[in-house]
């Protein structure tokens, strides 16, 4: 389990897949009100990364995912998650506005 002392430690974070692929970064989180624990982490995806998991880039914007907290890994100077980006897809989901 992670411990933080405030989201925006983890804001601007590279997001790195178990096999070093890279992401996005992290653009906020997540919580659950009731516990106030992070649940998901925001990533911006990289273009190439939006491809990767097959979602499609809006013209003037980008992508968002929401990444389930269970699949970090660790937080240090980047996040990395204990899954491929080939896992992912089955994980991750939209970000809805």
């Known amino acids: 389990m992670t411990?933080?002392?405030?989201?925006?430690?983890?804001t601007g974070k590279q997001v790195i897949t178990t096999n070093a692929f890279n992401l996005g970064e992290v653009e906020g989180a997540e919580f659950d009100p009731k516990t106030w624990?992070?649940?998901a982490l925001h990533v911006k995806l990289t273009s190439v990364a939006a491809e990767e998991l097959e979602l499609k880039k809006p013209m003037l914007s980008h992508?968002?995912?929401?990444?389930?907290?269970?699949?970090?890994?660790?937080?240090?100077h980047v996040v990395t998650l204990s899954k491929s980006c080939e896992e992912l897809k089955d994980v991750v989901k939209p970000k809805k506005d």
């Open 3 to 10: 411990y933080l002392t405030s989201v925006s430690e983890l």
């Open 37 to 39: 624990q992070i649940t």
């Open 63 to 76: 992508v968002v995912i929401l990444v389930p907290v269970s699949v970090v890994k660790a937080v240090m």
